[in-house]
């Protein structure tokens, strides 16, 4: 099994005057990266193939691999063109979807409690998708709806008349068998041959969720400390809401 960790935009939402952005993975909590809380969950989780898709200032990132001194180095694939849709993100990364083996797709910019990763990578191989039935409505939210058990939307904003018997918001991280992960590529390369490069990667997983044909297993995380960083208040929030409920990971006292 191994990891992609999605790393490459700007974050614009954050709000940052252009002189100060950086990487929203190197945003610190405790005085921890959310890169190296990422890479030290998912060592203790067992999973020590870890690539990840850069764009926005990688020596950045670069260079904080080279102060926490992380052996092995996490493989680094670079998106030219990062200010465009994150599907092109995961397309630069077709060759560590389809390299064989079970893969972890994982935005970068996600504060989380260990458990949930626990429960993204436990058992034999399988296709999983995570959701918090413990969300706020709006429009933010990339909201998870169920019929029966199987996917039958994945997006912020859902179709009136929309039929579903259990919904939650995404945690944005998937795991996907060899099989399926072969076919995302398939899905994302499409996107790009056909010009829809500005799009998030979102919506081709959703294509291969209402496709059919593989049941996908669907862990639930409700209660279980998470959030996303994509706003200044999430920032805020996280620290206030989030962090005081995670155990410190190794390397807090940097």
Known sequence: MRAIILAAGLGLRLQQ????????????????????????????????????????????????????????????????????GSVLTVHTMAEALTRGGDVLLMDADVLYDA??????????????????????????????????????????????????????????????????????ADIVAGYVASGRTNLPHEEAVRDLLLEGGRPYDVADVTGLPWIEIDFPGDIARAEREVLPRLAQPAGAER
């Open 17 to 84: 005057p252009p002189e100060q952005q950086f990487p929203k993975c190197l945003l610190r909590f405790h005085g921890v990266t959310l890169l190296e809380r990422h890479l030290r969950a998912l060592r203790a989780a067992g999973v020590e193939q870890i690539e990840l898709a850069l764009g926005f200032q990688p020596q950045s990132i670069e260079a904080e691999l080279d102060r926490i001194e992380w052996r092995p180095r996490p493989r680094i694939v670079i998106n030219p063109r990062y200010n465009l």
């Open 115 to 184: 458990a949930i990763l626990d429960a993204l990578v436990a058992g034999s191989s399988v296709d999983r998708l995570l959701i918090d039935r413990d969300f706020e409505a709006g429009d933010e939210p990339v909201k998870l709806c169920l019929q029966n058990g199987t996917p039958v939307e994945l997006r912020k904003q859902l179709a009136v008349g929309l039929q579903y018997d259990t919904i939650g918001e995404s945690v944005g991280f998937f795991r996907f068998r060899e099989s399926t992960a072969r076919r995302l």
